[in-house]
């Protein structure tokens, strides 16, 4: 079973920037397709990017494509959300999933592992 740990979130002025991570408990971490989603008060859970195991591959949400950027280092198990420029539309509980063997899907049906997020809040 997968643990994955999120942190970084919090309250954050309008074009502000945070960067959120999340650690897996997993060694096996390294061959896993890791992904952020992100769901605001009273709407659905949302994609917002992914990024393969190797890290070559990345794909963001066109609501966040050019402010937010995701990494990992797999020596540390841990990926990472860059997040600038940020806006209230921003505000939501932030969760890290992780996919065993194929690439994290756009929506959150059939993620394998989740994290229990962490909120972020952007101020106007």
């Known amino acids: 079973q997968v643990q994955l740990v999120e942190s970084g979130g919090g309250l954050v002025q309008v074009g502000g920037s945070l960067r959120l991570s999340c650690a897996a408990s997993?060694?096996?971490?390294?061959?896993?397709?890791m992904g952020w989603f992100r769901q605001a008060p009273g709407k659905e859970r949302e994609f917002v990017a992914r990024i393969s195991w190797d890290a070559i591959s990345t794909y963001y949400a066109d609501s966040v494509k050019g402010r937010f950027t995701i990494s990992r280092d797999n020596a540390k198990n841990t990926v990472y959300l860059q997040m600038n420029s940020l806006k209230p539309e921003d505000t939501a509980v932030y969760y890290c999933?992780?996919?065993?063997?194929?690439?994290?899907?756009?929506?959150?049906?059939?993620?394998?592992?989740w994290g229990k997020g962490t909120l972020v809040t952007v101020s106007s």
């Open positions: 999933a992780a996919q065993v063997g194929i690439i994290i899907p756009t929506r959150p049906n059939g993620i394998n592992y």
């Open positions: 997993e060694r096996a971490f390294s061959s896993y397709y």
